[in-house]
Nanobody, 114 residues
Framework: EVHVVESGGGLVQPGGSLRLSCAASGFTFSRYAMSWVRQAPGKGLEWVSGISEDSGRTSYADSVKGRFTISRDNAKNTLYLQMNLVTPEDTAVYYC???????RGQGTQVTVSS
């Protein structure tokens, strides 16, 4: 059974940084591409970023390109999202999961506000 636990969210000022983590279990993490999606208040799910099994390929939504960096540590079964130069538009609940599959974790809240 796929189990993921997102963490690292919180309140951050515009222009600040935050690093999200996603601890995965219940499947062979290193065999799957992974991704982050987010849901802002009153809006639908937005795909944010994805990474291949071996970290050789990464992809980003235009809205975060150049500001966010996705990475993974297969030895630790953990996915990361480094968020820099955040804006209020980045306020959302962030979820991780297997790329292309429903993301079913509890998510971590990121709030960007001064």
């Amino acid at each position: 059974e796929v189990h993921v636990v997102e963490s690292g969210g919180g309140l951050v000022q515009p222009g600040g940084s935050l690093r999200l983590s996603c601890a995965a279990s219940g499947f062979t993490f290193s065999r799957y591409a992974m991704s982050w999606v987010r849901q802002a208040p009153g809006k639908g799910l937005e795909w944010v970023s994805g990474i291949s099994e071996d970290s050789g390929r990464t992809s980003y939504a235009d809205s975060v390109k150049g500001r966010f960096t996705i990475s993974r540590d297969n030895a630790k079964n953990t996915l990361y999202l480094q968020m820099n130069l955040v804006t209020p538009e980045d306020t959302a609940v962030y979820y991780c999961g297997k790329w292309g599959e429903p993301h079913r974790g509890q998510g971590t809240q990121v709030t960007v506000s001064s």
